[in-house]
């Protein structure tokens, strides 16, 4: 059940605008994988061709075997954005029990909207509408939401970059709790490198645009992680240092 990336190719416009060229890598079943790169690196048009809302020009993507038209009709996706995408006019409650009652899954164990709710530390404003929610309340909606379905693989594309930075870390708290008791495959999209470094299990590191893989970093380090530390920093200062490499490669070019 890997999530598997084999020369993804994507270009946009006449002329053609290259985005992504030759994207390889792998997520293994149950990983935290970060894609970090600069705006205009490609990172968004990735997550949406393993999505399957964008086709690519070449290569392909797989997850045990599936396509991403497969796992999207299977119900094996879930979804995270920047922005948390709440019908207004549904309560809280009724926001996650709609996820969940048009995409059933009857072979599945899920808990129910008040037990994620609970989650997420929301419990209180389970009959609340979302326009009464500050943001960082609203994302950990979208954020059980997300866990709603039980899908095997969650996309998130940058969904904590509208918030201030203590909410930030709280809700990325949260979101490390609920994904550790559920090991689905994760692929996050940042440009922010703590973030990645904090989080993930692997990074990918993409160049400028066209996005390409500059590098790829194990972390190993045991969480939770103490930013401050050397070894996190160390981190942090091996992944700047591939990204300002691939840009330097880029302006000699």
């Given at each position: 059940?890997?999530?598997?990336?084999?020369?993804?190719?994507?270009?946009?416009?006449?002329?053609?605008?290259?985005?992504?060229?030759?994207?390889?890598?792998?997520?293994?079943?149950?990983?935290?994988?970060?894609?970090?790169?600069?705006?205009?690196?490609?990172?968004?048009?990735?997550?949406?061709?393993?999505?399957?809302?964008?086709?690519?020009?070449?290569?392909?993507?797989?997850?045990?075997?599936?396509?991403?038209?497969?796992?999207?009709?299977?119900?094996?996706?879930?979804?995270?954005?920047?922005?948390?995408?709440?019908?207004?006019?549904?309560?809280?409650?009724?926001?996650?029990?709609?996820?969940?009652?048009?995409?059933?899954?009857?072979?599945?164990?899920?808990?129910?909207?008040?037990?994620?709710?609970?989650m997420v530390?929301?419990?209180?404003?389970?009959?609340?509408?979302?326009?009464?929610?500050?943001?960082?309340?609203q994302q950990?909606?979208?954020?059980?939401?997300?866990?709603?379905?039980?899908?095997?693989?969650?996309?998130?594309?940058?969904?904590?970059?509208?918030?201030?930075?203590l909410t930030?870390?709280?809700?990325?708290?949260?979101?490390?709790?609920?994904?550790?008791?559920?090991?689905?495959?994760?692929?996050?999209?940042?440009?922010?490198?703590?973030?990645?470094?904090?989080?993930?299990?692997?990074?990918?590191?993409?160049?400028?645009?066209?996005?390409?893989?500059?590098?790829?970093?194990?972390?190993?380090?045991?969480?939770?992680?103490?930013?401050?530390?050397?070894?996190?920093?160390?981190?942090?200062?091996?992944?700047?240092?591939?990204?300002?490499?691939?840009?330097?490669?880029?302006?000699?070019?």
């Amino acid at each position: 059940m890997s999530l598997q990336l084999r020369g993804v190719t994507k270009t946009f416009g006449d002329p053609p605008v290259p985005a992504l060229e030759g994207i390889d890598f792998t997520a293994e079943t149950g990983t935290f994988t970060a894609i970090v790169g600069a705006s205009g690196s490609g990172k968004s048009t990735l997550l949406r061709i393993v999505a399957g809302m964008t086709e690519p020009d070449a290569g392909e993507v797989t997850m045990g075997g599936r396509t991403p038209d497969e796992l999207r009709r299977g119900k094996e996706v879930g979804w995270m954005a920047q922005r948390p995408a709440l019908l207004p006019w549904r309560r809280v409650r009724d926001n996650i029990a709609l996820a969940q009652s048009i995409n059933p899954r009857p072979d599945r164990e899920l808990p129910s909207p008040d037990e994620l709710l609970e989650m997420v530390g929301l419990s209180h404003v389970a009959g609340s509408y979302p326009r009464e929610l500050a943001g960082g309340m609203q994302q950990r909606v979208a954020l059980a939401r997300t866990r709603a379905i039980g899908a095997p693989l969650w996309l998130m594309d940058e969904p904590f970059s509208a918030l201030d930075e203590l909410t930030r870390e709280a809700l990325a708290e949260d979101l490390l709790r609920i994904w550790q008791q559920v090991r689905s495959t994760v692929l996050w999209v940042t440009h922010h490198i703590p973030e990645a470094v904090s989080l993930a299990d692997h990074i990918v590191l993409l160049t400028p645009g066209p996005g390409r893989v500059a590098g790829t970093i194990d972390v190993d380090l045991a969480r939770p992680r103490d930013p401050t530390s050397p070894a996190f920093q160390a981190v942090v200062r091996q992944a700047r240092m591939i990204l300002r490499g691939a840009q330097a490669k880029r302006v000699v070019a």
